[in-house]
């Protein structure tokens, strides 16, 4: 038996929003600026808590590869950390820390 679309089930009628949009109310275009301003603050001020130009660098990559790892080409969080002498160990906890910092 095949089921007939009503304007009850049919998709092509549907609100296309995601339930919880009607929970939660979609953010202005204000608030969305306001939130990107902030990130972007959290990841610099972050990348700059470095004190050698190496270890920013290093962070800058771990930015990178967190956000946006096809930018890096193949390069590995070990390759990364190996190009100024950083162990895995460390690495590892400048991604963790990367995250906590900026709230992921």
Not at 22 to 44: G, Y
Not at 82 to 95: R, S
Request: glycine content about 6%; overall charge negative; proline content about 5%.
């Amino acid at each position: 038996m095949k089921a007939h679309a009503t304007l009850d089930n049919d998709i092509r009628h549907s609100d296309r929003r995601h339930p919880v949009d009607f929970l939660e109310p979609l953010p202005t275009p204000e608030d969305q600026l306001q939130r990107i301003c902030e990130v972007l603050s959290r990841t610099f001020g972050w990348v700059a808590e470095a004190t050698t130009v190496e270890q920013k660098g290093l962070r800058a990559s771990v930015v990178l590869y967190c956000v946006r790892a096809d930018l890096l080409g193949a390069a590995t969080l070990e390759q990364l950390g190996a190009t100024i002498g950083a162990p895995q160990a460390v690495v590892d906890e400048l991604v963790s820390d990367f995250c906590h910092s900026i709230g992921w």
